[in-house]
């Protein structure tokens, strides 16, 4: 900014502060001014249902008891806090506020002499059905090929993007029959994160949590209407919108010989502008064994639910199903080739720099896609030399690392398999209640009250799927046993993401009275529009800081920036979305289940 033009800015507002500060210095004792309110109560800023557990942590206080108060600041509910066992990550004891007695439907705010005013919050049935819906309804937001129209993207309407009718194989994905320049039609899919390519490791965990969410609540999920263009053509909307990307994923099948190209994509990522603004060549690149099992699983767990459509969607379970086999068939052929984007571009031009989701370790894809081929078939030559359980870990799924993919599969069709159900699924059905057990395990100690407050170890690069994910596998457990435990805290983990953290961010745009304003997406940062795309889940907390943007804290849970250059901690991207829209419609689906609060450990 010129000099001189910001001395007067700043003397003009130096006048305008003394003089909103003389006329409004009583006026403001009652009530916190906008910026700082909540700022040290840390609560779920959407809200509660009636009858389940509900709490909020409040930072920095020496009083005792809380109040929940209405809008206009009549009390309705007074509590005693408690100071939490365990300190933060920062090494501070927090105050626990526990309204879970209190069950009358309305918009609140909680009240702490000392420490103000939290965010305003609601209780009411079905209080989260909004955020549930945004965060399928963001995967509309991220078409590829196809304008947004106004009718049903509102505001954040924009022209077709990459219509990608005239993509070109790669020399590194060349073949006698597809030699390098041969010009392929790959439409429809989603843009993957804050970019404009789509990766076949990313869509399939997440095309396949959108499917496994249909597939574990379909009385729920049928009743979900999202406003996109497929809606009323009956078929349940998460399926129309999973459907965009499957039918996109089918195109990037080499029809010759099986094998899966592991993206489409730019040679370099676009600059921050509006997709059809976007014009560089398009490019799938070398096949890898990753992208081809995470394919096959994909289209296995499509075909059995889509094989309900006959009529709406003839002939695609076929298809599907189909495609699943040669998939298979191509990988158990090349076990191991490894997508090296480094090696890549030493032999093959043009250089791609785009993301790489390299992955050097395909044992839990052998697995998924086994498990997946294996209930939609009851083939059990899918689990010729497959370990099922290689080793003792459990990890949260994510791109790169999916066999609890395939143990949730087989968990919840175990009753179908019959005489075809592997004879390590009692060991895996028991060692997916002792990582459950080992999650919650301690959560009721932390300063936050969560699992995701356990340790230091789940702040890093997309820290809040983690959290969602945590969220997952403990309605997979509940689903496995009923012990209401696992609900109560997967809860806990939605109330985390909500605003219960350590920055008091509701990491979800759009939803909340604090969040983010400035995600690492290029159509949010270029529209023209204030508001991002409502529904997208940012990455979160993240102290590693690998885009070079310092957050105002190293502390793990809040090393958190709203900044658009900094993707390391607020980018979005489709398999963040996944976790979170299934937790949340999971949750909508179980709330008459969340009536018994957890039991203390």
């Given at each position: 900014?010129?000099?001189?033009?910001?001395?007067?800015?700043?003397?003009?507002?130096?006048?305008?502060?003394?003089?909103?500060?003389?006329?409004?210095?009583?006026?403001?004792?009652?009530?916190?001014?906008?910026?700082?309110?909540?700022?040290?109560?840390?609560?779920?800023?959407?809200?509660?249902?009636?009858?389940?557990?509900?709490?909020?942590?409040?930072?920095?206080?020496?009083?005792?008891?809380?109040?929940?108060?209405?809008?206009?600041?009549?009390?309705?509910?007074?509590?005693?806090?408690?100071?939490?066992?365990?300190?933060?990550?920062?090494?501070?004891?927090?105050?626990?506020?526990?309204?879970?007695?209190?069950?009358?439907?309305?918009?609140?705010?909680?009240?702490?002499?000392?420490?103000?005013?939290?965010?305003?919050f609601e209780i009411k049935k079905a209080v989260h059905k909004d955020v549930a819906d945004a965060a399928i309804k963001a995967y509309y937001f991220m078409r590829a090929s196809i304008p947004l129209k106004e009718k049903y993207a509102g505001k954040w309407s924009r022209a077709e993007g990459h219509p990608d009718i005239a993509v070109l194989v790669h020399s590194s994905a060349a073949t006698d029959k597809r030699p390098a320049g041969t010009i392929i039609s790959a439409q429809r899919g989603w843009y993957d994160a804050g970019d404009y390519n789509k990766y076949i490791v990313n869509s399939g965990i997440s095309t396949s949590t959108l499917l496994s969410l249909y597939e574990d609540f379909p009385i729920y999920m049928k009743t979900v209407k999202l406003n996109i263009p497929e809606s009323g053509n009956g078929v349940p909307d998460?399926?129309?919108?999973?459907?965009?990307?499957?039918?996109?994923?089918?195109?990037?099948?080499?029809?010759?010989?099986?094998?899966?190209?592991?993206?489409?994509?730019?040679?370099?990522?676009?600059?921050?502008?509006?997709?059809?603004?976007?014009?560089?060549?398009?490019?799938?690149?070398?096949?890898?064994?990753?992208?081809?099992?995470d394919f096959a699983a994909v289209m296995a767990q499509a075909s059995r639910i889509f094989s309900n459509y006959p009529k709406e969607l003839p002939g695609l379970a076929d298809s599907?199903?189909?495609?699943?086999?040669?998939?298979?068939?191509?990988?158990?052929?090349?076990?191991?080739?490894?997508?090296?984007?480094?090696?890549?571009?030493?032999?093959?031009?043009?250089?791609?720099?785009?993301?790489?989701?390299?992955?050097?370790?395909?044992?839990?894809?052998?697995?998924?896609?086994?498990?997946?081929?294996?209930?939609?078939?009851?083939?059990?030559?899918?689990?010729?030399?497959?370990?099922?359980?290689?080793?003792?870990?459990?990890?949260?799924?994510?791109?790169?690392?999916v066999k609890l993919l395939g143990y949730y599969t087989l968990i919840k069709n175990s009753n179908t398999l019959g005489v075809s159900a592997p004879k390590e699924l009692p060991e895996i059905e028991r060692r997916m209640l002792a990582f459950a057990d080992d999650l919650i395990n301690g959560a009721g100690e932390t300063a936050y009250q969560t699992v995701m407050d356990k340790s230091r170890r789940s702040f890093g690069w997309g820290s809040n799927s983690a959290a969602a994910n945590q969220g997952v596998a403990l309605i997979q457990a509940w689903k496995l046993s009923n012990n209401p435990e696992y609900l109560t805290y997967a809860l806990s983990n939605l109330d985390y993401i909500l605003g219960r953290n350590g920055t008091g961010y509701s990491f979800v745009t759009?939803?909340?009275?604090?969040?983010?304003?400035?995600?690492?997406?290029?159509?949010?940062?270029?529209?023209?529009?204030?508001?991002?795309?409502?529904?997208?889940?940012?990455?979160?907390?993240n102290p590693g800081m690998q885009d070079g943007i310092k957050v105002p804290s190293i502390v793990p849970d809040e090393a958190y920036i709203d900044d658009e250059r900094a993707y390391a901690a607020n980018e979005i991207a489709i398999n963040w979305n996944a976790p979170l829209a299934y937790l949340a419609n999971a949750l909508e689906a179980l709330q008459n289940e969340l009536n018994i609060p957890a039991k203390k450990k």
């Open positions: 900014m010129n000099s001189k033009y910001f001395l007067n800015y700043k003397s003009t507002c130096v006048l305008l502060v003394l003089l909103i500060q003389t006329v409004f210095a009583n006026s403001c004792v009652a009530f916190q001014a906008p910026g700082k309110e909540g700022d040290s109560i840390r609560i779920n800023q959407v809200g509660f249902y009636p009858n389940a557990p509900k709490k909020a942590i409040i930072l920095n206080t020496k009083d005792t008891i809380f109040y929940i108060e209405t809008i206009q600041k009549k009390q309705v509910f007074k509590g005693v806090l408690n100071v939490s066992t365990k300190p933060s990550f920062a090494g501070v004891l927090t105050s626990i506020a526990d309204f879970t007695n209190f069950h009358t439907p309305g918009k609140y705010i909680l009240h702490v002499a000392d420490a103000g005013y939290s965010h305003p998460v399926l129309n919108e999973a459907l965009w990307n499957l039918r996109w994923m089918l195109t990037m099948q080499d029809p010759n010989d099986g094998g899966v190209y592991n993206k489409l994509t730019n040679a370099a990522f676009d600059k921050f502008e509006m997709p059809d603004q976007s014009t560089s060549p398009r490019y799938v690149v070398e096949k890898g064994t990753a992208a081809t099992l599907c199903l189909k495609q699943a086999k040669t998939a298979w068939a191509w990988a158990v052929t090349h076990p191991d080739s490894v997508y090296n984007q480094d090696a890549m571009n030493k032999k093959y031009s043009p250089l791609i720099t785009t993301g790489g989701y390299g992955d050097w370790n395909f044992k839990d894809e052998f697995i998924w896609a086994a498990s997946e081929l294996l209930v939609t078939t009851h083939d059990t030559i899918y689990l010729k030399n497959i370990n099922l359980i290689p080793d003792k870990s459990m990890p949260v799924p994510t791109w790169n690392q759009g939803y909340g009275s604090k969040t983010p304003m400035h995600p690492h997406h290029r159509p949010s940062a270029s529209d023209g529009v204030i508001d991002p795309i409502p529904g997208m889940l940012v990455g979160g907390p």
